[in-house]
C-alpha cells in the first residue's frame, strides 16, 4: 500500500514557475514507478510525465517538453516536478500516482493539488 500527498500548487502568472512535490508513505517508495496526471475543469485527466523507480528513465507529454522536469529522491520518499514557462491553460488539478515497477497501471493516487495560471 502507498499513500501519496501533493503540495506545492498554487497561483502563478504566466511564465513563471512553481515545484510540486508528492510525499510517499511506506518504505518501498524505491520498488514504485512515479507518474503527474493532470486534469483541468471539464476535461479529462492527462498525462504530463513519469520517472521510472530508478530515475534512470522519465517521460513527457509533448505539450511539457522542454519546460517541466521529473525528479524523484528515493531516501526522502518524494517525486517532484518542476514546472516552468507556465502557461494559463496549464491551470489543473496535478495528481501524483505511482504504480509497481514494470506494471502498467498506475493504482494509487494522490488526492491533488491545485495549480492557476493567471494570464
Known amino acids: 500500500q502507498v499513500q501519496l500527498v501533493e503540495s506545492g500548487g498554487g497561483l502563478v502568472q504566466a511564465g513563471g514557475s512553481l515545484r510540486l512535490s508528492c510525499a510517499a508513505s511506506?518504505?518501498?517508495?524505491?520498488?514504485?514507478?512515479m507518474g503527474w496526471f493532470r486534469q483541468a475543469p471539464g476535461k479529462e485527466r492527462e498525462f504530463v510525465a513519469a520517472i521510472n523507480w530508478s530515475a534512470s528513465s522519465t517521460t513527457y507529454a509533448d505539450s511539457v517538453k522542454g519546460r517541466f522536469t521529473i525528479s524523484r529522491d528515493n531516501a526522502k520518499n518524494t517525486v517532484y516536478l518542476q514546472m516552468n514557462s507556465l502557461k494559463p491553460e496549464e491551470t489543473a488539478v496535478y495528481y501524483c500516482?505511482?504504480?509497481?515497477?514494470?506494471?502498467?497501471?498506475?493504482?494509487?493516487w494522490g488526492q491533488g493539488t491545485q495549480v492557476t495560471v493567471s494570464s
Open positions: 511506506g518504505r518501498t517508495f524505491s520498488r514504485y514507478d
Open positions: 500516482a505511482a504504480k509497481y515497477r514494470g506494471t502498467r497501471v498506475y493504482n494509487y
